[in-house]
Nanobody, 122 residues
Framework: QVQLVASGGGLVQAGDSLRLSCTAS????????LGWFRQTPGTERQFVAAVGWNNDNTLYADSVKGRFTISRDNAKNAMYLQMNNLKPEDSAFYYC???????????????WGRGTQVTVSS
């Protein structure tokens, strides 16, 4: 059974940092794009960042560019999102997912994992 699990969320203050992890089980995703999305109640799922299979091809939403860094460790079948200088508007449930290529469209991602909550207080 394929499963993605996001972890590392929590309650922090504005300006703090968090590192999210996404671990996959059931199959290897080393040749696929991995992406992070976030969602708040009543809103559409929003693209955050994506990384290609070799860590060289990355894409970020403008709202997180320069503050967030996405990376992956194919040996561990894992992906990470280092979030620095967090802002209250970053508060959301964060999910990881798999795609065949680096893109921002959530409909082109599969195997949505269980998310992790990030709350940033002002």
């Amino acid at each position: 059974q394929v499963q993605l699990v996001a972890s590392g969320g929590g309650l922090v203050q504005a300006g703090d940092s968090l590192r999210l992890s996404c671990t996959a089980s059931g199959r290897s995703f080393s040749s696929y794009t991995l992406g992070w999305f976030r969602q708040t109640p009543g809103t559409e799922r929003q693209f955050v960042a994506a990384v290609g299979w070799n860590n060289d091809n990355t894409l970020y939403a403008d709202s997180v560019k320069g503050r967030f860094t996405i990376s992956r460790d194919n040996a561990k079948n894992a992906m990470y999102l280092q979030m620095n200088n967090l802002k209250p508007e970053d508060s959301a449930f964060y999910y990881c997912a798999v795609s065949n290529w680096v893109n921002i469209d959530p409909s082109r991602y599969d195997y949505w994992g269980r998310g992790t909550q990030v709350t940033v207080s002002s």
